[in-house]
């Protein structure tokens, strides 16, 4: 009877529920293709599976037809709460959505909460993915020392909470009511999006405490400081027109399409995901309408839905149901629309060489391109240099499918001057391969280098130095040839698997070195910077490397700033003025 009924269910979106012998609803389900989906349950012949056992115990089915997946979120949620049928268990009492508690209490804690569940207290949320509330839980206790206990009882010595600095231990005493309560209401300003008062505050005790003498209560304080402004500068761009918002970024890269949702709440980024999809398929609708409807109902009216797209797509326009749900920032879905500072921090969060190829077709077509077998292990490297300054080089690691951060090495250039990557690439490479013929470090299958014929080479003179017999390739960039130790050259465009899986290994290997060359020269600008101030002892350079890391920051800040944390004022002048000079 439900197989006769399914060949006159329409290609449609929609909520299905089936039913027992007596009319009861056992299952509710939503369905972007309602045939598609109710295909799927009668079909299945996996006991263990559970829509087997839902038709096994269903005498019918039925449906409704709605406009578009948001609907029939929304109307699943109102019939699983309406029917509380046995096989849903997620929605029956909203525990798919928690909220943050901070409770109401002589010495409050933050909790995590379900709609129903009645705790006395300000109330935060809801959190969608609920991973995000947990997050943000684990953040305010490293931040504001909130205690973690269920109950508050008096103890004679405080838990592990309290040694490793994630508790004030009020359960011994050792805080005050009064200060107690200034680390309750910093979390309410964090939860509420009121850090810049509460940052101004804290500057101001810090001085007060230490013109009191009263150095471990401002060194607390000033480990605060830190911590809230290294988090309210990571989304305060967002602070001002969009302090709540999902924000979805897209772009093509390496031949793939990867994505980033960022979830800003009260302009603090606590929640970030990542995606990606095949262009050989280029729009999977159902991955995007996951991605991009999920618990969109249950948002708040004020928080604004977007989607950032960079790339050309002439012949790959996303399906406009795709973009029904949200609101846009600009008139259109181009990121031309878009600040570019903000475009480039949301840039920043996106997962950077980390494609998930097929494994079994990348390893056919290399075969057949190169007719060798597919290496298990390859070594990639690259070097990093800004005129000469802070020459670096890189090697990351591929192995079986997988980037293998512990494997990873970072070399400072010793003996090359100035500008020449040939001998630096030789420097590395032999420091490398030495380890290698050693057998202090795993032999790779496959060794790939940044660059071109040169570069290769080098590469080859070095492998053969140490009778050493792995294969050698070079990469060159923007024609994305491919160089072989055998003179071959192989132009990966033609190739699609050979193609992502060359560029995302450079491209991989690049931001790695380039991230190390630039701290290697801002810790050479820093040390120049502050040779000869006088006044500035290890202590106090210390506490400016940890407010500023890096040098820019510290150009863009004002005296009043470096003396609110501790650097006398003609000293902080002195500092900005050659920081500055340094930067023109």
């Not at 109401?104 to 569940?117: G, M, Q």
């Not at 399409?257 to 980024?269: D, E, P, Q, S």
């Not at 690439?425 to 490398?432: D, I, K, N, P, S």
Request: aromatic share 10%; with cysteine; net charge positive.
């Amino acid at each position: 009877m439900m197989r006769e009924k399914l060949q006159t269910v329409p290609d449609a979106p929609g909520v299905y529920f089936f039913k027992d012998g007596k009319g009861r609803v056992i299952y509710v389900g939503k369905a972007r293709s309602l045939k598609n989906r109710l295909s799927s349950h009668l079909n299945c012949t996996n006991p263990n599976e559970k829509s087997y056992r839902i038709v096994k115990n269903a005498a019918d089915f039925d449906y409704i037809v709605v406009k578009n997946e948001r609907e029939a979120l929304t109307l699943e949620v109102e019939l699983i709460k309406k029917h509380l049928p046995g096989f849903n268990v997620l929605l029956k009492d909203d525990k798919s959505y928690p909220h943050i508690v901070i409770t109401d209490e002589e010495f409050p804690t933050v909790k995590i909460v379900r709609k129903k569940e009645s705790v006395n207290g300000k109330r935060f949320g809801p959190f969608i993915p609920p991973k995000n509330a947990r997050v943000l839980k684990e953040l305010i206790h490293k931040v504001f020392r909130l205690r973690k206990c269920k109950e508050l009882t008096k103890r004679s010595k405080p838990c592990l909470q309290y040694y490793i600095d994630r508790c004030t231990a009020p359960c011994c005493g050792y805080v005050s009511k009064s200060d107690y309560r200034k680390q309750v209401e910093g979390a309410l300003s964090f939860l509420t999006g009121n850090v810049k008062n509460y940052i101004n505050r804290l500057y101001n005790e810090i001085e007060e405490a230490a013109e009191n003498l009263q150095f471990e209560r401002a060194a607390i304080l000033r480990d605060q400081l830190i911590a809230i402004k290294n988090i309210y500068e990571r989304g305060s761009i967002f602070f001002e027109d969009h302090p709540n918002c999902d924000v979805f970024y897209l772009e093509k890269r390496n031949g793939l399409f990867l994505g980033v949702k960022l979830t800003v709440r009260n302009g603090i980024i606590y929640g970030k995901e990542t995606f990606q999809f095949d262009p050989i398929d280029p729009w999977d609708e159902n991955l995007l309408l996951e991605v991009f409807t999920y618990g969109v109902n249950e948002i708040n009216e004020d928080v604004v839905g977007t989607i950032w797209i960079e790339g050309t797509y002439e012949d790959e326009e996303p399906p406009e149901e795709i973009l029904t749900n949200f609101r846009y920032i600009g008139n259109d879905i181009s990121a031309k629309e878009i600040p570019e500072e903000i475009l480039q921090f949301v840039r920043k969060n996106r997962t950077v060489g980390r494609v998930n190829l097929n494994l079994e077709n990348l390893k056919s077509e290399y075969e057949r391109v190169f007719l060798d077998t597919f290496p298990e292990r390859v070594e990639v490297f690259d070097i990093s240099t800004l005129q000469g300054t802070g020459t670096v080089g890189s090697c990351v690691v591929w192995e079986k499918g997988r980037f293998v951060k512990d494997d990873y090495r970072r070399y400072k250039v010793k003996t090359v001057k100035g500008v020449n990557d040939y001998a630096s690439m030789e420097e590395v490479l032999t420091r490398r391969f030495r380890r290698i013929k050693n057998g202090e470090v795993k032999k790779p299958d496959l060794v790939l280098i940044d660059g071109g014929i040169g570069q290769l080479n080098v590469a080859i003179k070095v492998r053969d130095t140490f009778g050493l017999d792995f294969r050698v390739f070079s990469i060159a960039k923007k024609e994305e040839i491919v160089y072989t130790d055998d003179g071959e050259v192989v132009e990966t465009k033609k190739y699609p698997y050979l193609f992502r899986f060359f560029t995302n290994l450079r491209d991989e290997a690049h931001r790695f070195a380039v991230t190390f060359n630039r701290k290697v020269r801002n810790k050479l600008m820093v040390k120049s910077v502050f040779d000869g101030i006088r006044g500035l002892g290890v202590k106090r350079r210390k506490i400016l490397e940890k407010f500023y890391p890096d040098i820019r920051e510290l150009a863009e800040a004002s005296v009043d700033e470096l003396v609110r944390i501790g650097i006398p004022r003609k000293v902080a002048e002195e500092v900005l003025e050659k920081v500055r000079n340094c930067q023109t």
